[in-house]
């Protein structure tokens, strides 16, 4: 029999045998997963990533805390360009990707020397944006400063804690684009509050966009089709302009917006499953009268982290019931907060879907062959989690996001009860 000491010693011998066999182990099994992890590029869509450059073209590492997904996985971040598969229908055949206020950026340089005090509803450069296959901003424009500027402000006045930057900035990202890219179209719709006169179109022509002017003259006034998008890559009538102010359509040839597009209502009223009802200054969603249809589909408070939970499946049962109330009509535009972040496909996907049915009748855009009879669809891999279903044509950049894509850039409740407050005393 044993003494103590000696029962001892075989006690702390077989715990100190089993605690380096339990290290071995666990040292083994860290080296072999991350011999197997993929990483430089090779992970597919929803992999796990600890770094941007892990996944492939067309993806970037995010999570989605609000789904408790808050391990990083790649998830896409580009939309399929619909001309590079199917060209040449009318413009009002496709749907786009629109950013709502698209220059509200997380992080956005403070030029007016004050903190800001405001909304955000993007995290990454309008010029990245574009790149990423947005093809529509809606940009909220101000007199400020002997100016124009970009502003998310209230009751038709900018101040220097709600000013974001002069909007020639983002205009000459949209020009710089444009010249680089000569057979895309990009569409921009303003929420006006500019009274300078002559303002808007001066504005456009002193950042070289005038060359790209799609004029009025030539969009259709009673619902009838657009021009073909091969003829208006051709005419270089690449830049659609709507401003929501009628009278500016006559005095600077710049279009009214609710002449030519219909509308949903936007934020919570336009986010309420099962409803689309459309915004007050908007024609019903069913009227032909009209043949551009934009879908908002944003909260009217944006927050980051639940952006990628509001673009899953809930995304796609809302732009089904905007189809129906728009008379079996597809969404042109869809508008967006947080636009990359999702818990998988997002609303790229979603675009997919929405360009297969509209332009050849099959589940996505990726499954239309040119020249095919409509109905008539290649055989793609199904989406089961661990393949891209984008094709060529997308862009290959790599994103750049200006803000962590596990940190949510929430406005204290201080910004709501000074906006409230400051409200209150300019109504």
């Known amino acids: 029999m044993l003494s103590c000491s000696a029962e001892h010693r075989t006690r702390r011998y077989r715990a100190s045998a089993n605690g380096y066999l339990s290290l071995f182990l666990l040292t083994s099994s860290a080296l072999i997963l991350s011999s197997t992890a993929c990483s430089n590029a090779n992970c597919q869509l929803l992999d796990s990533c600890s770094a941007a450059t892990d996944c492939g073209p067309g993806l970037y590492c995010g999570n989605c805390p609000s789904m408790s997904k808050n391990q990083p996985f790649c998830t896409r971040g580009q939309a399929t360009v619909p001309t590079s598969i199917i060209n040449g229908l009318p413009f009002n055949k496709y749907s786009w990707l629109v ?116 004029p009025v003259s030539k969009m259709p006034q009673k619902g009838e089709d657009w021009p073909t998008v091969t003829a208006m890559v051709q005419e270089n009538h690449r830049l659609l302009v709507f401003t929501s102010i009628a009278s500016k359509e006559a005095e600077e040839g710049v279009a009214y917006q609710w002449r030519y597009m219909l509308e949903n209502e936007y934020g919570d009223n336009g986010v309420v499953q099962g409803s689309c009802p459309k915004r007050k200054e908007s024609r019903p969603l069913n009227s032909r009268g009209a043949s551009l249809f934009l879908e908002n589909y944003f909260p009217t408070d944006p927050v980051q982290a639940d952006a990628c939970k509001e673009h899953s499946a809930i995304l796609a049962n809302m732009v089904g019931t905007c189809y129906k109330a728009a008379g079996n009509v597809m969404p042109n535009f869809l508008a967006v907060d947080f636009y990359m972040r999702s818990d998988g496909g997002g609303v790229f996907d979603a675009l997919d879907r929405m360009n297969g049915q509209a332009l050849c009748g099959c589940s996505s855009v990726t499954a239309c062959q040119a020249g095919a009879p409509f109905g008539v669809c290649k055989s793609i891999p199904v989406s089961n989690g661990t393949q891209p279903t984008y094709a060529p044509g997308t862009f290959s950049g790599s994103v750049q996001l200006s803000g962590s894509s596990s940190t949510a850039h929430v406005p204290s409740p201080m910004v709501f009860c000074f906006f409230y407050l400051a409200s209150m005393l300019f109504l």
């Open 99 to 214: 950013t709502h206020n698209s220059y509200s950026i997380v992080d956005a340089p403070l030029l007016t020397g004050v903190q800001r005090l405001t909304f955000f509803n993007q995290e990454d450069t309008v010029t990245n944006q574009l790149r990423n296959g947005v093809r529509g901003l809606m940009l909220d424009m101000y007199d400020f400063e002997n100016d124009i500027w970009l502003c998310h402000s209230f009751n038709g006045q900018c101040f220097n804690f709600t000013a974001f930057q002069p909007a020639i900035n983002t205009l000459r990202e949209v020009e710089a684009f444009l010249t680089e890219n000569p057979t895309e179209i990009v569409t921009i719709i303003i929420e006006d509050y500019v009274r300078t006169p002559k303002g808007l179109i001066n504005l456009f022509t002193n950042a070289g966009l005038d060359k790209y002017w799609f």
